[in-house]
């Protein structure tokens, strides 16, 4: 049972503009930054989002991050099928004095 | 260019302690805080802990003071020791960056840099 929740898959057309949200607490989300990490089938996590909303060098506009309360989400517009992976959102837990995950979401390009 | 490379054992015994090393190239481990986190076959991403350089260390409660990140600033690397480990413990290691600091929205905290990961398999 992961800290952070986010919904299991969500999918998308080529094109298409997808959001994917992580749901966390005032422990959590509601009291700190938040990250977003892409993670490819047998690779490494890469950081996507940092810092709420921004991006590292290399990532495409096309991706952008939101925060709100106890909540935060990751658009993807103009969705590409190189897209396809597993997303992780991530946050500082102040009752854990560490960081935490979300399940993770898979996302699948129709 | 930053990298980091783990190794160490691939299968480890019940009971035993699992000891993983991550070698950083291309730039100094000094200021970032050195993160070890794990994934169990088919599952989501776990903190282990970190050690900042000065070595201040944080390690995640649920592990039960089982881990132990050391860093080895001579040798530009650092490890990690995980004693008593049972098949929960069968998961891909990754070693990492970690990059810390207090802002107006509170604690910021992320991983900018990732080692490739390396299995380990606890059975015997």
């Known amino acids: 049972q992961s800290v952070l929740t986010q919904p299991p898959s969500e999918s998308g057309t080529p094109g298409q503009r997808v959001t994917i949200s992580c749901s966390g607490s005032?422990?959590?989300?509601?009291?700190?930054?938040v990250n977003w990490y892409l993670q490819f089938p047998g690779t490494a996590p890469k950081l996507l989002i940092y810092?709420?909303?921004q991006r590292p060098s290399g990532v495409p506009d096309r991706f952008s991050g939101s925060k709100s309360d106890t909540s935060a989400s990751l658009a993807i517009s103009g969705l590409q099928s190189e897209d396809e992976a597993d997303y992780y959102c991530?946050?500082?837990?102040?009752?854990?004095?560490?960081?935490?995950f979300g399940g993770g979401t898979k996302l699948t390009v129709l | 260019q930053v990298q980091l490379q783990e190794s160490g054992p691939g299968l480890v015994e019940p009971s035993e302690t699992l000891s993983l090393t991550c070698t950083v190239s291309?730039?100094?481990?000094?200021?970032?805080?050195w993160s070890w986190i794990r994934q169990p076959p088919g599952k989501g991403l776990e903190w282990i802990g970190y050690?900042?350089?000065?070595?201040?260390?944080n390690y995640n409660p649920s592990l039960k003071s089982r881990a132990t990140i050391s860093v080895d600033m001579s040798k530009t690397l650092f490890s990690l020791k995980l004693s008593s480990v049972t098949a929960a413990d069968t998961a891909v290691y990754y070693c990492?960056?970690?990059?810390?600091?207090?802002?107006?929205?509170?604690?910021?905290?992320?991983?900018?840099?990732w080692g490739k990961g390396t299995t380990v398999t606890v059975s015997s």
């Open positions: 991530a946050t500082w837990d102040d009752t854990l004095n560490g960081p935490v």
């Open positions: 050690m900042y350089h000065s070595g201040t260390t």
């Open positions: 810092t709420n909303n």
């Open positions: 990492a960056r970690g990059i810390f600091g207090v802002v107006i929205g509170g604690h910021n905290y992320y991983m900018d840099v």
């Open positions: 005032s422990s959590n989300i509601g009291s700190n930054t």
């Open positions: 291309g730039g100094s481990i000094s200021t970032y805080y």
